[in-house]
Nanobody
Framework: QVQLVESGGGSVQAGGSLRLSCAAS????????MGWFRQAPGKEREGVAA????????YYADSVKGRFTISQDNAKNTMYLQMNSLKPEDTAMYYC???????????????????WGQGTQVTVSS
C-alpha cells in the first residue's frame, strides 16, 4: 500500500505561480512512476506531468509544457509540481498518483495509476 498526501494548492491570479507537493509513504520502493493529474468540473481527469521514479525521465501534457516542472526528492519521498505562468484554464483539482508497474510506451500520462491522493484545489482567476 502507498499513501499520498498533496499540499500547496490555492487561489492565484493569472500569471502567478504555485508549487504543489505530494508526500508518499508506505511501499514507495515498488513505484515505477509518479504523476500529477487534474480534473475540472464536468471534464475527465487528465495527465499533467509524470516522472519515472528511477532515472527521473519526465513527461508533460502539451498544455503545460514550458510552464510546469515536475521533480522528485527520493530522500524525502516527495514529488513536486512547480506551476508558473498559470492560466484560468489550469483551474482544477490536482491529484498526485503512483503506479507500481511501468506504463506501456506513451502511456505514462494516462490516469490508470494504482494509488491516488485526495487532491488539492488550484484556482486561477483572470
Amino acid at each position: 500500500q502507498v499513501q499520498l498526501v498533496e499540499s500547496g494548492g490555492g487561489s492565484v491570479q493569472a500569471g502567478g505561480s504555485l508549487r504543489l507537493s505530494c508526500a508518499a509513504s508506505g511501499n514507495t520502493y515498488r513505484s515505477c512512476s509518479m504523476g500529477w493529474f487534474r480534473q475540472a468540473p464536468g471534464k475527465e481527469r487528465e495527465g499533467v506531468a509524470a516522472i519515472y521514479t528511477y532515472g527521473g525521465a519526465t513527461y508533460y501534457a502539451d498544455s503545460v509544457k514550458g510552464r510546469f516542472t515536475i521533480s522528485q526528492d527520493n530522500a524525502k519521498n516527495t514529488m513536486y509540481l512547480q506551476m508558473n505562468s498559470l492560466k484560468p484554464e489550469d483551474t482544477a483539482m490536482y491529484y498526485c498518483a503512483t503506479r507500481r508497474f511501468c506504463p506501456p510506451p506513451g502511456g505514462i500520462l494516462r490516469p490508470d495509476y494504482n494509488y491516488w491522493g485526495q487532491g488539492t484545489q488550484v484556482t486561477v482567476s483572470s
